[in-house]
């Protein structure tokens, strides 16, 4: 029976192959490496890596490494969240543009402030005033 391929989020094992995702201390985004010893529990997970060069560093985040062979499935997801993002960003801007809309016709909604207290505001400035 063949082996499963693992997922993106599938913990590594010692001495399995690595690349960075991210710059990491002074070891640069997509430096090769292998892993030495994982710890952590659940999706708090840690890895000793030794890199090119003979350089070990502890503490490297499960976020921070890849797979070589999965690197376009990462770039890929890591493109898809930032899609989201902006998506999820211009849709918080089009609501505060609606609500900057709303804000001219008194209704309290944009202030915060009950629109019969702005009515009623309205109509004692008038009598006020004259």
Do not use: C
Request: cysteine-free; proline content about 3%; charged content about 35%.
């Amino acid at each position: 029976m063949a082996k499963k391929a693992p997922e993106l989020d599938t913990p590594f094992r010692r001495g399995e192959k690595v690349l960075t995702t991210r710059n990491v201390d002074d070891i640069e985004e997509g430096t090769e490496g292998r892993v030495q010893l994982t710890n952590g529990l659940g999706n708090w997970r840690r890895y000793w890596v030794k890199f090119d060069g003979d350089l070990i560093r502890g503490q490297v985040s499960h976020e921070d490494l890849v797979r070589p062979d999965q690197l376009e499935e990462w770039l890929a997801r890591e493109e898809a969240k930032s899609q989201a993002a902006i998506a999820t960003e211009q849709a918080a801007l089009d609501t505060a543009a609606e609500s900057d809309d709303d804000s001219g016709s008194g209704n309290g909604v944009a202030s915060r402030i009950p629109a019969h207290l702005l009515e009623r505001s309205k109509a004692a400035k008038a009598r006020l005033l004259g």
